[in-house]
């Protein structure tokens, strides 16, 4: 009979998103793969698809019925490892998994950037810290994507018996990658920019987080200066028409375009020639990432997902989220210095190599082989951290 692996998140595009290869593999391997999320899209690689009706929220009292339910998938599938992920998935599967890892299951926790960190609000810290403490202790591996959150688990002693820093989820090199001049060229006559536009790109939900208020802020400062700047601002969200009003008050609005969902980011960055980014919270952000990958320098707020990846005068500039003034100054430096982004360029594409598919892919499966060997004796406890 044929292992079996259940994948858990609160949405299935969560799967979509990042987890296929890792799903692909366990099929590689012979194994079973069952997904149990909120959601009705069909993924592939995946044996059995459970809805369940899990919300973002800790305090939805519907995550009562979605506990009920995954612990009655969960006792009546007998599975040898759940992979788990996102906040409330992480909750939901640890709780409802305790009986079957006490018969064998081996669970493993993803945290894709602790709610509580450096700077976080004090309800953050008072909510989720006691929450992911005590869960520890049913975690058989608890992986940490940026070293902040590894510090953290590990200093104050969190109980799992594993715990990791493993480099995120994985960029696909093959599909995010430099294009030549020509072809940027080409492209960007396509997209009906021109080659002396400025193009500073930024993907991401338009929320309180997300904080693209600080780049229209910033592009104020500069308009005058930097009259080629074009700031692209990717995704849809609650505060995307607050954002269109500060660009008209600002006068601005010209030099901003507001392109909605897209799937064509792989197409969008290489024709682009820097990444902003201005969140106040990131564990470790694919989308910065993503535009490493395609050789851009990047000019972000400082958090620790960003202070992880970014690199001062390496690949780009991080600065406090509410220093406008020299967020500003790095976009007018890298307009006005060619030298200087093509050095800043070469940077990323250095730094972005361990963030890779290929190495993400690697380090995550030591640690998925290390539980389908029959193991006699149980684990002490180990900490470990891909540098």
């Not at 290869?21 to 149990?36: I, L, N, S, T």
């Not at 500060?246 to 290489?270: H, N, T, W």
């Not at 070469?346 to 389908?372: D, H």
Request: aromatic share 10%.
């Amino acid at each position: 009979m044929a292992k079996k692996i259940l994948f858990c998140a609160t949405v299935d595009y969560h799967f979509k998103a990042f987890h296929l290869p890792y799903m692909k593999w366990f099929k590689e391997q012979g194994w079973d793969v069952h997904v149990a999320a909120s959601g009705t899209i069909d993924l592939p690689f995946t044996d059995k698809k459970f809805d369940i009706p899990i919300e973002r929220s800790p305090f939805n009292l519907a995550n009562v019925k979605a506990y009920s339910e995954l612990k009655r998938i969960i006792d009546g599938n007998q599975y040898d490892m759940i992979h788990c992920h996102t906040p409330l998935g992480g909750v939901l599967a640890r709780l409802a998994a305790r009986q079957s890892r006490n018969k064998g299951t081996k669970v493993i926790y993803t945290a894709h950037g602790f709610h509580f960190c450096k700077g976080a609000p004090l309800m953050n810290w008072l909510v989720y810290y006691p929450i992911e403490s005590f869960l520890a202790r049913y975690t058989d591996s608890l992986i940490t994507i940026n070293s902040e959150d590894f510090y953290l688990a590990t200093k104050h002693r969190f109980k799992a018996m594993e715990i990791e820093h493993v480099h995120g989820v994985g960029i696909d090199t093959e599909r995010f990658k430099p294009i030549g001049e020509d072809k940027k060229k080409e492209e960007r006559i396509k997209l009906g920019f021109s080659q002396e536009d400025f193009l500073m790109f930024y993907a991401a939900e338009f929320n309180k987080n997300k904080n693209q208020q600080l780049l229209i802020r910033a592009l104020a400062m500069v308009k005058d200066e930097l009259p080629k700047a074009r700031l692209l601002l990717a995704g849809e969200g609650a505060l995307m028409g607050e954002c269109k009003d500060l660009a008209r008050s600002l006068q601005v609005i010209e030099q901003i375009d507001f392109l909605g969902f897209r799937k064509d980011i792989d197409l969008l960055l290489p024709a682009c020639d820097i990444a902003v980014a201005s969140s106040l919270r990131e564990g470790l952000p694919v989308n910065i990432m993503e535009a490493m990958a395609c050789g851009l320098p990047v000019v972000a707020s400082e958090n620790r997902g960003h202070s992880e990846l970014i690199k001062n005068q390496i690949n780009g500039f991080t600065i406090y989220p509410e220093d406008i003034q020299l967020f500003a100054d790095h976009l007018k430096e890298l307009y006005k210095s060619k030298e200087l982004l093509t050095k800043l360029s070469v940077g990323s594409l250095e730094v972005v190599k361990k963030y890779s598919l290929q190495q993400t892919t690697k380090e995550l499966n030591v640690i998925y082989s290390s539980y389908m060997e029959e193991q006699n004796e149980p684990k002490s406890q180990y900490h470990r951290a891909y540098l």
